[in-house]
């Protein structure tokens, strides 16, 4: 049994613990016995953080989203220049896969979709990837055009995110951030200010 720890460093605890049970062995193979014994602590104390194995998986979920988002924001707020608040804040994004593969995997590979709370809890971290990056983008464009470009940007590395952690790519994370923020920045600059994403 691990030494008694404030309430919220043991539900951190739990959390970073039951990251790498549903990674490995997925969620529907995980119990909550499992995490607990992984944990150091009784089923009881495990109960007492969260209600259920649901309700652990889903603030798992929010916790890797929060912290990627936070990575993000921490990075892109010393950028001088909208060319390098897009490279850092790209860049953050893949030294967060680089750094928490099994986090990003539980986000974007292992999440069972099927489940709408679950899907909700995905797309809101999305969008949330979406409104950081849309202010990045330079002004002068309708805020509309701005978030369906950030929408692109964020798409475009989640995919690549997703086949460097699944090995698909052999690229260095450093490399593949470099790549994707040419190609994000190359489009911005060929895009038209004010120009409407419908026609009337």
């Known amino acids: ?4 720890l404030p309430a919220h460093k043991r539900r951190q605890q739990i959390l970073d613990v039951a990251l790498q049970e549903f ?7 995980t119990t909550m016995d499992d995490v607990a014994a992984s944990a150091g602590v009784t089923k009881p104390v495990l109960y007492q953080h969260f209600s259920s194995k649901r309700a652990l998986y889903l603030h798992l979920v929010d916790d890797v989203g929060k912290r990627m988002a936070a990575a993000i924001t921490n990075r892109t707020a010393t950028a001088d ?3 390098r608040q897009v490279e850092a804040g790209i860049g953050a994004y893949f030294d967060f896969v680089a750094e928490n593969r099994e986090a990003f995997l539980l986000l974007f590979e292992g999440a069972d979709r099927s489940d709408a ?3 909700e809890a995905v797309d809101r971290i999305e969008d949330s990837m979406a409104e950081l990056v849309a202010p990045l983008i ?3 464009i309708e805020p509309d055009q701005q978030r369906a470009l950030a929408y692109g940007i964020v798409g475009a590395a989640e995919a690549a995110g997703r086949a460097w952690a699944t090995a698909r790519l052999s690229v260095e994370p450093a490399r593949l951030a470099a790549e994707i923020s040419e190609l994000a920045w190359s489009g911005l600059r060929g895009i038209s200010p004010n120009q409407p994403l419908v026609a009337d």
């Open 23 to 29: 990674s490995g062995a997925g969620y529907h193979a």
């Open 81 to 83: 220049s909208p060319r």
């Open 117 to 119: 709370d679950v899907a």
């Open 1 to 4: 049994m691990t030494s008694r």
């Open 138 to 140: 330079a002004a002068g």
